[in-house]
Every structure is written in C-alpha cells, then in structure tokens.
C-alpha cells in the first residue's frame, strides 16, 4: 500500500501565515515540522502553549479549528498518528478503534525509532540534531 498523498488544501487560510512552509512540508513531503507545530500536530496543545512565537500563541485556537477543518484525522491528531504520518504507514481507523495502551506505546515507539534513524542518516555530521533527539526532556510521550 503506498502512502497517502493529501491534496487541494487551500493553505491561505491558515491563522498564522510563517507555519505554512513547515505544515505543507509536513503534509506533502512528510518532512518534521518544528517543535510548536510538531506538538500541535501531536495535540498536545498545552505543551505547544509552552513553545509557542509572539504570533502563534495569539492563534492557537484558530490552527486547532483550521486542523480540524483542513487535514484528515489519519495525518493528525495524536503522537502516534504524527509518526505513523512522518513514516508513511498511515491508515484509516475506525471511529470506534480502540488500542490498548501498550500497543500505542509500542508502535509509537517504534515509530520514533525509525524516524530518528532517519533524522540523523540525513545529518548525520549534525552533532545538535543527535543531542536534540536524545534529550528525554524533548520527549512527545
């Protein structure tokens, strides 16, 4: 099954023009965003709260409203579905899906696996990149 492809948004109505780049990166190119939209996408809205610019965290309402509105709930909304996401093996759930709470941990740590490997295959001589990911406080769980 190959991956999904997310089409026809009409970015100009995100609330916060300078996020456009890194969410269409996110959602056409599967690239990470960075830390403010990576927890939004993750829905951790407080946290996103906490890393939020002077012109985000005036909007943060309004880009939840514009998600929910604009992307697929198969390229949004929890930790796992962002890595499933990043990985390309996304898939439709079922509204009523129910996983227990150590096979969520154990796919999205999986996941986070794979897609740190990739990271730093891609800059590999990025000494900060490797201090980043490594860093338990930057952790998503």
Same mark, same amino acid.
């Given at each position: #099954? +190959?991956?999904?492809?997310?089409?026809?948004?009409?970015? +100009?109505? &995100?609330p916060t023009q300078h996020m456009v780049k890194g969410l269409r990166n996110?959602?056409? #190119?599967?690239? #990470?965003?960075g830390s403010f939209l990576?927890? #939004?996408?993750?829905?951790? &809205?407080d946290r996103a709260k906490n890393v939020a610019d002077h012109k985000n965290i005036h909007h943060i309402d309004e880009i939840i409203s514009w998600l929910k509105k604009n992307i697929p709930n198969i390229a949004w909304g929890t930790t796992l579905i962002y890595y499933e996401w990043l990985k390309g093996v996304e898939y439709y759930r079922p509204y009523n899906e129910f996983i227990s709470k150590n096979e969520y941990e154990k796919r999205l740590c999986y996941l986070q696996e794979m897609v740190k490997e990739d990271y730093l295959r891609k800059s590999k001589n990025n000494v900060l990149a490797w201090s980043i990911l490594n860093n338990p406080k930057n952790s998503l769980l």
């Open positions: #099954m +190959s991956p999904i492809i997310i089409e026809n948004i009409d970015y +100009s109505t &995100f996110y959602l056409e #190119m599967r690239i #990470m965003p990576e927890y #939004m996408l993750c829905g951790k &809205f």
